[in-house]
Nanobody, 126 residues
Framework: QVQLVESGGGLVQAGDSQRLSCAAS????????MGWFRRSPGKEREFVAS???????????DYADSVKGRFTISRDNAKNTAYLQMNSLKPEDTALYYC????????????????WGQGTQVTVSS
């Protein structure tokens, strides 16, 4: 079992950068595949980025097309923390951002992730 707590959200202007953190506790963080998802008002929850855990040969990363080249997912296993660095933010990035952990596979399907944080709100003003 793992508990996840997101932080780092807030109000920023378009073009700004922001880094979200996801602190994990409970079990061996390094083996979990981590993902970031977001939900905007009136929209479905959508995949943002993922990073593989230690069960894979390396920390494979994957990004939604809408954030590729602007967002970077990373992890620090010594600190039990995953990050989402967001650059060149746009108003359409406004959403509640969740981190999630999967002990099995990595991927874009939220159903692959068993553990979820409560979310952190990111608001980008134009």
């Amino acid at each position: 079992q793992v508990q996840l707590v997101e932080s780092g959200g807030g109000l920023v202007q378009a073009g700004d950068s922001q880094r979200l953190s996801c602190a994990a506790s409970g079990s061996t963080f390094s083996r979990y595949n981590m993902g970031w998802f977001r939900r905007s008002p009136g929209k479905e929850r959508e995949f943002v980025a993922s990073i593989a855990g230690s069960t894979y040969l390396r920390a494979y990363t994957d990004y939604a097309d809408s954030v590729k080249g602007r967002f970077t997912i990373s992890r620090d296993n010594a600190k039990n923390t995953a990050y989402l660095q967001m650059n060149s933010l746009k108003p359409e990035d406004t959403a509640l951002y969740y981190c999630a952990a999967s002990g099995t596979t990595t991927g874009r399907d939220p159903n692959q992730y068993r553990y979820w944080g409560q979310g952190t709100q990111v608001t980008v003003s134009s």
